[in-house]
């Protein structure tokens, strides 16, 4: 059973631009969390999604911070105008139900923005 | 609003050396407690976790009490090894509740084991 998986691992983008990341969960999770872990910090909650659904999007900026989990493909985190301080590791996380206490983690994107 | 707070590192230690990192918590409800480590350039991995008070979680030799009079989650291990070099987080998720499961996290504890 494959976990969690994220792409791209390593993501460079100048000023201006947009940022898409990708994940997806492991099989028969239908529930997504989304956390920044900024340098030297721990992680901070962005985002929590069912299939379709954004549930609580509390930790995510107002603006240029966007997300989605359609009904099929993975999960999507997309920074538009991406600045300096977006430059940070995006962690995904996935856990089966909603009542689940434990999230499964992949391995990241790092996102350097220049 | 929930928080965790955990001891500031680095920490270094020689292996076999006893391990403490302390954690304590604040949370309104009855959250469950973890330990997540982080190894160099990875995501991070569900260490143990414990889900009510006086509850232990165990794992790999790493130990965590859930001590509800004293809102604390301290991770101890009795002899550490080089390989247990990570950067260590505690969490708490109150599950149903107002978070609906999110994971809050401490600010991590990094740990350098020597030879």
């Known amino acids: 059973n494959a976990g969690v998986m994220q792409n791209p691992r390593h993501l460079v983008r100048r000023r201006g631009q947009e940022a898409r990341l990708r994940c997806s969960p492991m099989?028969?999770?239908?529930?997504v969390y989304w956390y920044r872990q900024l340098p030297e910090e721990g992680l901070k909650f962005m985002v929590y999604l069912q299939k379709e659904n954004i549930i609580d999007e509390s930790g995510m900026p107002k603006e240029r911070f966007s997300a989605e989990f359609p009904k099929e493909g993975p999960s999507i985190l997309r920074i538009q105008q991406v600045v300096r301080g977006d430059s940070a590791a995006y962690f995904c996380a996935s856990s089966p139900d909603r009542g689940s206490y434990e999230q499964y983690f992949g391995p990241g994107t790092r996102l350097t923005v220049t | 609003g929930d928080s965790v707070t955990q001891m500031e590192g680095p920490v270094t230690l020689s292996e076999e050396a006893f391990l403490t990192i302390n954690c304590t918590y604040t949370?309104?409800?009855?959250?469950?407690l973890f330990w997540y480590v982080q190894y160099p350039g990875e995501g991070l991995q569900l260490l143990l976790k414990?889900?009510?008070?006086?509850d232990k979680g165990s794992n790999k030799g790493f130990e965590a009490t859930y001590r509800k009079e004293t809102t604390s989650f301290h991770l101890e291990k009795g002899s550490v090894q080089v390989s247990d070099s990570a950067v260590y987080f505690c969490a708490l998720s109150d599950g149903v509740g107002g978070s609906q499961g999110n994971l809050i996290f401490g600010k991590g504890t990094k740990l350098s084991v020597k030879p």
């Open positions: 414990a889900t009510k008070a006086d």
């Open positions: 099989k028969g999770h239908s529930h």
């Open positions: 949370a309104t409800g009855y959250p469950s």
